[in-house]
């Protein structure tokens, strides 16, 4: 992997302004023949008032995982696992804006925002616009991509018990082809209120209905629901917010004649979710299409993700790296035969560090491969 980029200026409050969006002259570029959009999705764990506490408290980290602070070497590589992956779309959560009166602590964005749009993903969304208007986080949200974003907004949760982090949404649309467009949506909801939490799922489930609009609107959802379909109780079945967040997608999923289907694989499967460190899975993915595209003929194929990329460190080094675990859900093979763990065998981001690299926060990277396809969809 690439080294950090030394453009990315050192931490400090800057007056609130506008940043202009990069400039290369670089046109977007066409999918592949194949139809192939690659995503990356991950919480980078930027979090200015957890680091705090963690500090103040004088917390010691786990074995094998990076500090919380600074922010500036987990950001440069995440930032270089996702030009290694040469994802065309990147869905963020938890690269936090800090407001304080005039002032906004912003450099861990600024400095993803400035070495993603080096990569050529120059097309993102807005974090200035969900910034509290004296005190507090923004959203913590952000969409890049190699394509113009369409529309591109916040969407604010109107019930939160995180007062000081404006929670909520980010979404927009991606120009697939000169037919189809992907409407893509990110969310981050509260981690321990379930009340609230179901309250934000039904404002996410409204929204995601809205973004599916018409019979023919493709939708991908992602983002730290803060909801693991673990621990499965043998007798109970999933955690109650589990239940209720699947009941949600399908509901809105058939209210506009879609399917619904999670990345990591059945949602009454525990297995099919890889756990993080706590035992949980609370990163998602979720693919709305129609049953059926007469007008069009084409369907969305979800390959992944094989393989989640952790922040560790090197035992024996010392180093940093963000390491690749290969124990992740298999896919079916796609159309060339080839199943993930062929693909994973000559994968280009590398071999992980150390077997024994634990993640840095409660987080696993989603890597995720949509292909447009010309057949109809197989239900329909």
Known sequence: MGQGCSSSRPGGFRRAQQEENHESGVQPPALAVDGVLRILSINVWCHHFSTLAWLIAGMKRPKGTMPPWPFTKRIDLIADAALAEEADLVTVQECFLLRIGPFVLDYAWMQLSRRLADGGLVHQSDPYRSLPRFFGQNSGLCVFSNRPLVDAREEQFSHSGEPFNSKGMVYAEVELSAAVRLSVCTVHLDSRNKRTQALQVAQVGNRAASLMGKD???LLLT???NISPTPWDTITGPPP????????MRARAEEKGHVVSNAWGATDDPSAYPKNRKGRMVDHAWLFQPRSTPGRGKALVLDGPSRGLWIGTDKSSGESSLDERRDGPLRPAP????GDRERLADSSVGTPSTAN????SDHEALTLVLRLDDRMLPWA
């Open 216 to 218: 023919d609107q493709f």
């Open 241 to 248: 917010t589990w239940s209720l967040l699947v009941a949600e």
């Open 223 to 225: 983002g730290d629901f």
């Open 335 to 338: 159309a060339d035969g080839r």
């Open 357 to 360: 690299a634990q993640a840095a």
